[in-house]
């Protein structure tokens, strides 16, 4: 919203109250900081690598105090693990118990990850490669992942077109309605009506993915292709003769329903991203990921008022249908991430873990592994 309130409320409120707007557009944002701080958990990777470094800088050691109250910290550091361990795996299967009537009985009373008593976590980091997060080891297949390569490329393209349609019809909306003579008041009520449909994308993506008929790769084709008819939609609509009755309200609806499908699209690619990529290549999968949907997000402006001006005002709605036809199909071209899991797990219940007999890293990832001595 403080995106769309600095790009179009200064045209449509010249007499600078899209400054004060644009302030309280920001609000949200300070008090999810604010919850965040409180409320959020830290990494569990994160504390584990921690508790490793602090052990092997205490076998350097050699003042006994000092080891003392290295000990007693990394102590602390476990048990918070543990602690943030079992509320994550109570979260988890209470979710399983809400979407799924078979684990309902065994999250009654889930067993801890980690027994309490014994607070004992036993930490192993693998060697990590000397440079990280370089860009071509998103495109280096492995045994794990022979398809890394393809799907890198599918991504990019998806994280390209997510920002291509959401940030477009973020642009080119208040634009038609100012082509079709709306005042300036009509403008700004309904651009920000249309932007709280971004709530209802989001919420439908947090809902929705959980359920075990969805996903995160079905439900991200689910809603791109509710974006396509909806963005057709929009064209058809814009389109007809302006004597049409009621078509500036259909119109206007289905331009809302397009803000929910783009946003609830954009809000799915993140975590599918993070999802296929190993741990080392999560952040650098994500950030590259999204650079390419920046790109997405500058190209469009441009694209859709060429459009609009040399070929009609519903040329732009038409071109996101395309694009999202294009996003479509990408997407089902990807790898749905939790047979990845259940395989992984597969070879779990066979007694094989990866890295463990060789001591070394399958695929140099730098992984640290927890478990209860």
Known sequence: MAFEAGLVLP???????WRRLLILASVPGFVAFALAFVFLDESPRFIALRIARKEFDMNQLRDENQIKVEKEETQRSRKRLVDILNRIRNRN???RACCSKDDANNSENPTPLVPEEELKTKVRIFPRPKKQGQIMDL??????????TRVTILLFFVWFIQSYMYYGVIFI??????????????????????ASGELLG?????????????GTRRLLLFEQALAAIAFFSCAWIAALPDSTQ????????????????TNATFDLVFPYTAEYYPT??????????????????????????HLHQHFGKHFPYMNFTIAACIGVAFVYFLPEVNDMFEEIQDHGKRGIKLGLENNDDPEGEGVALLSAE
């Open 280 to 305: 080392r290549l999560r952040g650098t999968g994500v950030g590259y990921g999204s650079s390419a949907a920046r790109v997405g997000g500058m190209v469009t402006p441009y694209v859709a008022l």
């Open 11 to 17: 045209v449509l409120a010249p007499e600078k109250a």
């Open 93 to 95: 299967e209470n979710a």
């Open 139 to 148: 495109f280096k297949s492995t045994k794990q992942q022979p398809d890394r």
């Open 246 to 261: 009621n078509r500036a309200v259909i119109f206007f609806w289905f331009v809302f329903s397009t803000k929910i499908f």
């Open 202 to 214: 989001a919420l439908s993506a947090i809902v929705l993915v959980d359920f075990s008929f969805f």
């Open 173 to 194: 909306f208040p634009i038609t309605l100012r082509h079709e003579g709306d005042s300036a008041k009509s403008m700004t009520g309904k651009v920000m009506i249309a």
